[in-house]
């Protein structure tokens, strides 16, 4: 005895099949989908031009520094030093350091020890015409010894003192023989060998090797009428002379043990270039 069904057997049996079929192909075409969808992701889409771009990390632009001579008039500090500022670094410098009775036979006057301060810009040649009028005549007429110059001007470097060298040409005259005085590309025993032998108008240096060549006995300053310090001048790191704590210390040093004891134990004076 059979059951009773609605459907023929081999028909619901087909129909079943076909059933299973299409739910597989449906599923099949699901993770196709789910995978096509996955790869999309992966790929890049180049962003259309209105949308926001993301570049990253910005570079950081580069500081441009401003010119000495902008930084100068920005801050006001575009005046030339006179002997009262040179006066009173000298003060703060050996504040503490002296007895009163030291600092009393170290003191400048800043009227009497130096040349009176000029108006107007001046190169270094025009500098020196101005405090030595009559420089051509005095070196004709001086009668000097070896490694005793008239005319003593300091800087803060080799570098420095070969420009000034070349600036001053013009004042020099073609009689004048300036002696070079710092150690760049010169060795201090050939140094004192030069002023050992030969006369020199002017000498032109730093202050540490001046210092050296005057302590060996080399240098002299009996016939040393002025002292000029480029105190004006500024380095590519706007720095001064005495703002250069080594270069500071060694001009000091000389003015301590020697230029000041000569300037008041002579008709000397400092001019201010």
């Not at 025009?126 to 004709?140: A, E, G």
Request: charged share 35%; proline share 3%.
């Amino acid at each position: 005895m059979a059951d009773d069904l609605d459907d023929e057997w081999w028909e619901t049996d087909n129909r079943g099949k076909e059933e299973v079929s299409e739910q597989g192909s449906t599923d099949d075409e699901g993770q196709e989908n789910e995978e096509e969808g996955q790869k999309q992701k992966k790929i890049k889409r180049p962003l259309d031009s209105n949308e926001d771009q993301d570049d990253g990390p910005k570079k950081k632009k580069k500081h441009r520094r401003k010119k000495i001579t902008s930084e100068l008039k920005e801050t006001g500090d575009n005046s030339r030093a006179t002997s009262t500022d040179v006066v009173n670094v000298i003060s703060k410098y050996f504040d503490g350091k002296l007895s009163a009775v030291e600092w009393d036979e170290l003191k400048l006057d800043p009227n009497s020890d130096f040349y009176a301060s000029s108006e107007g810009d001046h190169t270094p040649s025009s500098y020196l015409r101005t405090i030595l009028p009559k420089w051509k005549k005095l070196v004709q007429t001086s009668q000097l010894k070896p490694g005793s110059p008239l005319v003593l001007i300091i800087t803060s470097s080799a570098i420095r003192a070969v420009h000034l060298n070349r600036s001053i040409t013009d004042f020099k005259t073609e009689d004048c023989k300036c002696a070079k005085l710092f150690a760049k590309h010169f060795k201090i025993e050939e140094q004192k060998k030069y002023l050992s032998k030969n006369v020199c108008h002017i000498g032109l240096g730093t202050p540490n090797r001046i210092c050296s060549l005057l302590k060996s006995g080399s240098l002299h300053l009996d016939s040393v009428k002025s002292i000029v310090l480029d105190w004006n001048w500024r380095d590519k790191k706007f720095k001064r002379m005495t703002d250069i704590v080594d270069t500071r210390k060694d001009l000091m040093l000389l003015l301590q043990t020697s230029l000041i004891p000569h300037i008041h134990a002579s008709k000397c004076k400092i001019g201010i270039l």
